[in-house]
């Protein structure tokens, strides 16, 4: 079964970490490019970190020196380790993968929904 799953989110209070996952089965992450994507309510959706298969990354430059993107080949898991969080972090994090060798995306860019779709983790900082 194809499955993409975001997990780890939470209530944090500012200055605390988590770290979110983004795990996928009945696919490989290798020779795609994962992207994190949040929304908070009423704002639009943008995009937080990727990271290519190159080992590539991208972040907002609001997330920069605090957020890291990583992957595990191993576990077919794509990571977000957010540090030093802040109560504008607060939004539903959700992941997609592009992957190069198809045409089909698999997760979610937000309220976008492609193939395999999880539903997302709230990441809640308070002040």
């Known amino acids: 079964e194809v499955q993409l799953v975001e997990s780890g989110g939470g209530p944090v209070q500012a200055g605390g970490s988590l770290r979110l996952s983004c795990t996928a089965s009945g696919f490989t992450f290798d020779d795609s490019e994962v992207n994190w994507y949040r929304q908070a309510p009423g704002n639009e959706c943008v995009s937080v970190s990727s990271i290519s298969s190159d080992g590539t990354t991208y972040y907002k430059y609001s997330v920069k020196g605090r957020f890291t993107i990583s992957q595990d080949s191993a576990k077919n898991t794509v990571y977000l380790q957010m540090s030093s969080l802040k109560p504008e972090d607060t939004a539903k994090y959700y992941c997609?993968?592009?992957?190069?060798?198809?045409?089909?995306?698999?997760?979610?860019?937000?309220?976008?929904?492609?193939?395999?779709w999880g539903q997302g983790t709230q990441v809640t900082v308070s002040s």
């Open positions: 997609a993968a592009y992957p190069a060798y198809s045409d089909r995306s698999y997760g979610r860019r937000c309220d976008v929904l492609f193939d395999y």
